[in-house]
């Protein structure tokens, strides 16, 4: 069954197009079909066409050095998988498979230039769209990934920790610490020297009274400061932990694609070298004859 137009004007990439160029565009499309666990192309093949999900859902993945599996998104209808490699026509960054039974419209990259041919300003339009997904998608890793973790923290943080933490923080202030011996010092002279009948006499029963219900009250509070203080630990250190993932995958997709390209080089000097051997094969021993 052929592909509708109406269905491609909720196609990311084709939504800037017209009802021509996409009646168009259905003359170029394939229908395909994938039972579950159908691997659609795996990181690295060849970006020979672009894929529209028409039914059913496909998970994009790749597979770290350990080789554990891990799924970068669920795509279902109306998405489309591999148009990135398909416009560049670089290595496929990931792999795609079918998680239940899918039905896919193929888009061969060859009929690219005979569509572009046709209808020159559906290019713009398409690459308009894929340089607004890919910004979108440059920002939403510069967000999730990169974070600063004071931020996250304070944005979690109740209105008690709040009061704890600003309480510890005075606490541990030398402006506490003076304002406590100044005080301390004027209730000690005053009940000494100053007063007749001092309200607190010697031994300053009242005064170890008072300072026994202020560290009963301040001590629990540093705690929880504490307390709050290793959750904000932990949580640098799953951030920590994300981006250092997050580079390790992109030195891996590197070190990847140089092995491609070493692979590409050496093929091509393998057919350069084998064409040269031929040629001289068939030249004559001596050109003077």
Known sequence: MAADPIML????????LDQDERETLVEFLERR??????????????????????????????????????????????DVVGEVSFMD???????????????????????LLTFVTRHPHAAL??????????????E???????????????????FGERI????????????????????????IVANVLLLMKPFDPYPFIFLN????????????????????????DRLNSDLDFKVNQKAEMEISQL????????EVVQEHWAEREQEHRTGSQGKPANDYY
């Open 140 to 158: 939403l890793l510069r967000h999730t990934v990169v974070q600063n973790a004071n931020i996250v923290e304070e944005a979690r943080m109740t």
């Open 33 to 78: 079909q994938f039972k579950a666990g159908d691997l659609i192309f795996r990181t690295g093949d060849h970006a020979d066409a672009l894929y529209v999900v028409a039914e059913g859902k496909v998970e994009m993945f790749v597979n770290d050095d350990g080789g554990h599996k891990i799924t970068i998104q669920e795509l279902g209808p109306t």
């Open 125 to 138: 339009d398409m690459l308009g769209i894929l340089g607004k997904r890919l910004r979108l998608s440059d």
């Open 9 to 16: 004007a909720e196609v990311p990439i084709f939504s800037l």
């Open 209 to 232: 009274l008072v300072l026994s219900m202020l560290a009963a009250i301040q001590a629990p509070v540093i705690m929880m400061s504490q307390n709050r203080q290793s959750a904000k």
């Open 255 to 262: 070190h990847r694609k140089i092995d491609q390209l070493y």
């Open 164 to 187: 704890a933490d600003r309480v510890a923080t005075f606490g541990g202030s030398w402006t506490f610490i003076i304002l406590f011996g100044v005080v301390m010092l004027v209730w």
């Open 89 to 111: 026509g670089g290595p496929r960054t990931a792999s795609a498979v079918a998680l239940e039974p899918t039905s896919l419209f193929r888009f061969e990259r060859e009929s």
